[in-house]
Every structure is written in structure tokens, then in C-alpha cells.
């Protein structure tokens, strides 16, 4: 079955801390991608970063970057410095070969000042 | 970028009546659309996916005669709530996949709907 697993219903960050949003996934394709997206409070789906199955190397994008252990099926998501802006609600997704999007349950992340 | 756009961006509406909303892609061509719901603090539900000039495939438990969708044109696809009832409040998302295997999709905003 494929599936996208978010264990963590919510975190809560100091300012300036960096923060790990964990995101497992199961599937069998060879060939599939990995998405991020960050919705705040005003509801539009914003597109952070994208890994794909063969990339060699980590994706990263300013703050953003993805720590991707295929070996484990892990590919979470990391944000440097974590600013007041950042609190919203984190959704990872998972793109196998036919092109639908699997959606994980999300975390709500909430910066501290 | 891709820009998709939807309105109306909220919607109340009295139980009983149907509501639609229209989703629009506005630089680019969108042949497949897909059309999402989501409530509060749950993740994306994918309800349908509307494609140009044919008949939508709806997702398992979706019921088709509740929620129409029509994509007459290359750049508009509409969701039509028929008969609207509070359980059908939510938040609707509509959009368009990217060209390639990399891309992400491309989001509309959103339309809120409540019914009373």
C-alpha cells in the first residue's frame, strides 16, 4: 500500500531554532517524488521543495532542506533558523508513478517568540 | 509560474441550496484539474479529477450527483455542491498538475464554504 506517515501532530519552536518535520512513506514504485508544502492559516497550499527518488543528493531551497534516507523511507523535512512566519501547518507528499498525489495527516509547527 | 485562481474564495449559503465553485487556470492550459476537500486541521482529501471535455472520475465514497463537476474549457473547471447540507461546510481546493513527473501542482486559494 502506499502511504504517507506524519507522526507529529503538532511542535512547538523556539525562534531562531532549527526544526525537523518528520515525514515516512511506503511504496513500491522505483520511481516516485516527495513534496513539501507549507498552508498557513490563510489556506493556500504552498510548494516548498521537491526530492526525487533518484537524486543523489539532498534537495534543498533557502531555508529548506530535505533529509532523505531512502534506505529508511524518511524524507523530512528541515528549516534553518525558524522565523515567527513559519508557524503553519507542514504537509508532506508522496508522488508514485501515476502521478497522484498521496497526502500525509500534516504537522502544525508554531514558532515562539 | 502557474496561476490558478478560484472564486469565490468563501462562500455561506443556506442548507438546501447548491453553491459552485470556479477554478480558472490563468496563464497555462489545464487539461485534468483535481478537486480537493479539506477540514479543519485534517489533510487533503482528493474528491475528483475533471478532465476537459469528458466526465470526471470521482474517488471512492464521492457521491456524483452531490458534487458536479464540469471542465468545459481548456483553462475553467467548475464544482457545483447540489443541495447543500452543514456537513458539506469545508474547504474546497482545486488544482492543476504540472508538466512533469518533478513538478508540483499548481494551487488555487481555496473557497471556504459554510452552510447554515
Known amino acids: 500500500a502506499q502511504k504517507i506517515t506524519q507522526t507529529q501532530p503538532g511542535m512547538f519552536v523556539q525562534e531562531k531554532e532549527a526544526v525537523t518535520l518528520d515525514c515516512t512513506y511506503d511504496?513500491?514504485?522505483?520511481?516516485?517524488?516527495l513534496f513539501w508544502y507549507k498552508q498557513p492559516s490563510s489556506g493556500e497550499m504552498i510548494f516548498l521543495i521537491y526530492q526525487g527518488s533518484y537524486d543523489q543528493q539532498n534537495a534543498t531551497e533557502g531555508r529548506y532542506s530535505l533529509n532523505f534516507q531512502k534506505a529508511r523511507k524518511s524524507a523530512n523535512l528541515v528549516i534553518s533558523a525558524s522565523q515567527l512566519g513559519d508557524s503553519a501547518m507542514y504537509f508532506c507528499a508522496m508522488r508514485p508513478s501515476n502521478y497522484q498525489l498521496i497526502w500525509g495527516a500534516g504537522t502544525k509547527l508554531i514558532i515562539k517568540p | 509560474g502557474a496561476v490558478v485562481s478560484q472564486h469565490p474564495s468563501w462562500v455561506i449559503c443556506k442548507s438546501g441550496t447548491s453553491v459552485k465553485i470556479e477554478c480558472r487556470s490563468l496563464d497555462f492550459q489545464a487539461t485534468t484539474m483535481f478537486w480537493y476537500r479539506q477540514f479543519p486541521k485534517q489533510s487533503l482529501m482528493l474528491m475528483a479529477t475533471?478532465?476537459?471535455?469528458?466526465?470526471?472520475?470521482?474517488e471512492q465514497g464521492v457521491e456524483k450527483d452531490k458534487f458536479l463537476i464540469n471542465h468545459a474549457s481548456l483553462t475553467l473547471s467548475t464544482l457545483t455542491v447540489t443541495s447543500a447540507h452543514p456537513e458539506d461546510s469545508s474547504f474546497y481546493i482545486c488544482?492543476?498538475?504540472?508538466?512533469?513527473?518533478?513538478?508540483?501542482?499548481?494551487f488555487g486559494p481555496g473557497t471556504r464554504l459554510t452552510v447554515l
Open positions: 511504496t513500491s514504485d522505483p520511481s516516485y517524488g
Open positions: 475533471s478532465n476537459e471535455g469528458s466526465k470526471a472520475t470521482y
Open positions: 488544482s492543476a498538475p504540472g508538466l512533469a513527473f518533478t513538478d508540483t501542482q499548481y
